[in-house]
């Protein structure tokens, strides 16, 4: 298991998802959110690339993320970019990632989508999805589960997560000129954010 | 002299405002960063971080932005220069069109950084009825 072939799968999941992203962000946004993730990605594949062979995880996700931020280009890019990069922070110098580090790296990720977004959950946003799988994870560690269990429950999480937003209003972003007509439609930044989590536990479990 | 740089989703409506804006004060430190770097609609915080250093001739720079993710990268571009330059430039809040036009008047007056600023805030409430 690398961390550079954990990033490839979470990309191509994103890629693949491409059209049904665009869909959900051309129904309450500007209907870029996939193509944008799409070609952050195929950048940030050419990057990682480009690494050397004994890259560590941290130097990976630090390549993920300045590669997001100069080349998404929609709001995705600073906070995706920025979360990447904070996780990358979060897991300076080690080479394998347990149950506590993962929360610590996707703790460090959401403040950097909350610096940057200044949003909070109940906004219709990646956050929505982002802070139950934190929370699921926490819970996780309590019941002594191991890191892949822990991440099958975010995943879980997430999934409400993404669920709850079609009940709520955008307030944040270009959603929410649309204000209540944004309800019923689930958000496309809570989604793009489950598809990397949901393929990231495919790939460790 | 306080530079100026407008940041836009869209290289055409970056560009547009420059134009309009040099035509009151021509030949003043205005930079753009409008659209991404393959020419389409977004922003890039590489492309913002170029324009503030071009811009900057000392006395700091003003940034004038538009909707969501403008914001976002210009802030990130803040932190990605050198902090010493940072320190001096801020964004404006103000609307871009209104704001880039008073905020270009004013430095090229040769105002301070915080006058700049104000001018372009105070844009806000031009009356048009």
């Known amino acids: ?205 | 002299m306080v530079g100026v740089v407008i940041v836009s989703h869209s290289a055409k409506i970056a560009e547009g405002i420059k134009e309009l804006a040099l035509q009151m004060a021509k030949d003043h430190p205005v930079f753009t960063a409008g659209g991404t770097q393959d020419g389409g609609i977004g922003t890039d915080p590489m492309r913002i971080q170029e324009a503030i250093e071009n811009a900057d001739q000392g006395d700091g720079v003003a940034v004038l932005a538009d909707l969501g993710s403008a914001v976002m990268s210009v802030d990130l571009a803040k932190e990605m220069i050198e902090p010493e330059l940072s320190a001096r430039v801020f964004l404006a809040n103000a609307p871009i069109v209104e704001g880039s036009i008073a905020a270009v008047v004013e430095a090229s007056l040769g105002s301070s950084l915080d006058k700049v600023l104000q001018t372009a805030a105070d844009a806000k409430n031009m009356n048009k009825e």
């Open chain 1, 1 to 205: 298991m690398t961390a550079i072939e954990a990033i490839k799968l979470a990309g191509q999941a994103i890629i693949e998802e491409k059209d049904f992203l665009t869909d959900l962000d051309q129904a309450i946004g500007d209907g870029d959110h996939g193509i944008n993730m799409a070609r952050g990605f195929s950048s940030v594949f050419t990057k990682i690339d480009a690494l050397k062979d004994d890259a560590d995880i941290s130097m990976v996700l630090k390549t993920v993320g300045m590669g997001l931020i100069s080349s998404v280009g929609g709001a995705s890019g600073p906070l995706y970019g920025t979360a990447f990069l904070r996780a990358s922070a979060a897991c300076k110098d080690k080479n394998a990632i347990d149950a506590v580090t993962a929360k610590e790296m996707l703790d460090a990720a959401i403040k950097g989508i909350q610096d940057r977004g200044k949003a909070v959950k109940g906004e219709k946003t990646m956050l929505d999805a982002l802070i139950p799988a934190s929370e699921a994870i926490g819970t996780g560690i309590d019941a002594g589960k191991n890191v892949v269990e822990c991440l099958k429950d975010a995943v879980e999480a997430a999934q409400t997560g993404v669920e709850y937003t079609k009940t709520i209003i955008a307030t944040k972003g270009r959603a929410s000129y649309l204000a209540e007509r944004s309800i019923g439609h689930q958000d496309p930044g809570a989604t793009s954010s489950t598809t990397m989590l949901k393929a990231l536990y495919e790939y460790v479990k």
